[in-house]
């Protein structure tokens, strides 16, 4: 196996920058971004093109004074101008920072301020007022810059349009500038537990990264080239997962990129662009199975013989993950999957995927072998910002685990089960927080996930909890809640839950209703109008008793001290970037308490 040593070795010297023109001296007409014009039609950038933006965009940054060692504010969706934008400020030796759309205007402050941003670009109006609100108290920030200008954007404003008028720069003679020990970016923590903290990743933190995850998934995926594989952009870009496989990949590999600014079109983007790689965290997943669960559910004669199929199949999948399925079995495999598996792929966008990721919080280990026992490649991958976003994965999956350590990274277990990480994709530490870098990182470079793990003899890592979230009960007994958030989830009615019992005499849980379950549900019940409604069925007695019903069985395989008792169902589901989930979709569990504070005390007391 590649060592850490190694893959240091192969990028000696490098940074992104030099990366990037190599990938356009080899590929330039490859077509690297897609996105929908003001019409509604497709619109694309070659890697020559994207590269002629970033050098006209160089030539501006510069005019503005952006030097090696400044840092530069993005706030904008998921659109083809970032790529060029966050080039340019490298090639220019900055640091581009990308900050999430709902941040409010005291969180651009903190934001700005703490990184020493001297340019800001945002998107829309929307967004720079939110920058103007605070604008005395940005002691840095020199310019702004907007992509969509409108109505009331003043003069002193400017226009992304003639920043791209710029003459260009020439790219070979400014790739050098950057050094890989320079930052490439700063990304922040959702801050659920307080202030975000600057995750400092370097040039060499991502050609590291690069290198293992192009090797990884060139030997473990037989995919030798990833140059015009299928990408949509929909996770914010302010997180780590988005910008490393929704931008890096594109910049180093060649990857096609399109662009879906709004997550809530995602499934009509994974119908028209047939993604070949395709990320999401949990609930992205959870709500396609839900999704196809829902439309065989109102078919009865197709219903039946589907989930015969997967039956049958899922022992098979598995053995062929394994490499130990019989011909014959193939053979019965390959029968399923033709009379059904194939005919459900294209429904969801699926059908060509060579790659699925789910990752950022659990999955049910149910979901996960179900999408590969019909023919969708999902693996789950665990990692973080600190880690560049990959610790461990596995084109072969083993539901419930999180896949063993990448390639150049070693992980082991602490004495208390934490799972400790070393290698080059390791950040270079918190912005300005030496003591919190020290409390992450030690001397000889091993990270502190916060997660406490299990390795099995395969070295494959399962995630137990987060170690700063697990639940002491009043009798004292610790419990993960996100195993059993996760079993909660399996019951058919169910798209989200949280566990809770911290100093409470047993565990609870609060249940929101899946909005395709729930409404094929009570169109087979016959009910209609405000009947149908979420909010109504979370309130009728049949759903309730069905509810209760699943929760003895998906709890049946927990001991009495852990398992959940007694379930409080919801019907507004819980919005991404919110009080109640991060942009992500990660629990914001103090939110979670604090809203249902009065729906949680009613569990205690019947």
Known sequence: MTTSQELDAR???????????????????TKVLQWKDGSGEWAGKTLNE????????????????????????LM??????????????????????????????????????????????VEHADFLERFLKVKDQLSTLEHIAIIDSGEGVGDDV????????????????????????????????SGTTGDPKGVML??????????????????????????????????????????????????????????????????????????????????????????????????PEKEGPFNEAVAAAAPIAEKMTRGEATEEEIETYNFLDAVAFSQVRPLIGLDEVLIGVTGAAPIPAEILSWFRTIGVPLTEGYGMSETTAVLSWSYAAKAGYVGQAAVGVEMKLGEDGEVLARGGNMFEGYLGLADKTAET?????????????????????????????????????????ANLEAALKMIPLVGQAAAIGEKRPFVSGLVVLDPDASAAWAASHGLEGDDASM?????????????????KDVMSVFNNAEAVKKVKVLGSEWMPDSELLTPTAKLKRRGINTVFEAEIEELYQK
């Not at 990028?11 to 007409?29: H, K, M, P, S």
């Not at 790739?175 to 970016?185: F, H, V």
């Not at 952009?233 to 490393?244: K, N």
């Not at 399962?462 to 700063?468: A, G």
């Open 11 to 29: 990028i000696e010297g490098q940074n992104v920058c030099q990366r990037f023109l190599t990938n356009v001296a080899t590929r330039g007409d």
């Open 50 to 73: 994207l590269a002629d933006d970033t050098a006209r965009l160089v030539t501006a940054l510069k005019g503005l004074g952006v030097s090696r060692g400044d840092r530069v504010v």
């Open 76 to 121: 904008l969706a998921n659109r083809q101008e970032f790529h060029a934008l966050d080039l340019a400020v490298l090639f220019c030796g900055a640091t581009p920072v990308s900050i999430y759309n709902s941040s409010a205007p005291n969180q651009v402050e903190y934001l700005v301020n703490n990184c020493g941003a001297t340019v800001a670009i």
């Open 158 to 189: 400017l226009l992304y349009a003639d920043m791209l008028a710029h003459e260009p720069a020439d790219l070979a003679a400014e790739a050098d500038t950057a050094q890989p020990e320079d930052l490439a970016t700063i990304i922040y923590t």
């Open 202 to 299: 370097s040039h060499r933190n991502i050609c590291w990264t690069l290198e293992s995850v192009g090797e990884s998934m060139r030997v473990q995926a037989g995919i030798e080239d990833f140059a015009g594989k299928r990408h949509i952009s929909y996770l914010p870009l302010a997180h780590i997962m988005e910008r490393l496989l929704g931008h890096y990949y594109m910049v180093d590999f060649g990857t096609e990129v399109t662009c879906c600014p709004n997550t809530a079109e995602i499934a009509a983007y994974l119908a028209e662009v047939k993604p070949n790689v395709f990320i999401g965290v949990p609930r992205v997943w959870e709500k396609l199975y839900a999704g196809v669960n829902a439309v065989l559910a109102a078919d």
């Open 441 to 481: 990182k030690d001397a000889d470079g091993w990270v502190q996930t916060g997660d406490i793990g299990e390795i099995d003899d395969e070295g494959y890592l399962k995630i137990v909890d987060r170690k700063k979230e697990l639940i002491i009960t009043a009798g004292g007994k610790n419990i993960s809640p």
């Open 535 to 551: 909010e109504s069925l979370a309130q009728n007695p049949e759903v309730i008793a069905e509810i209760d019903a699943g929760l």
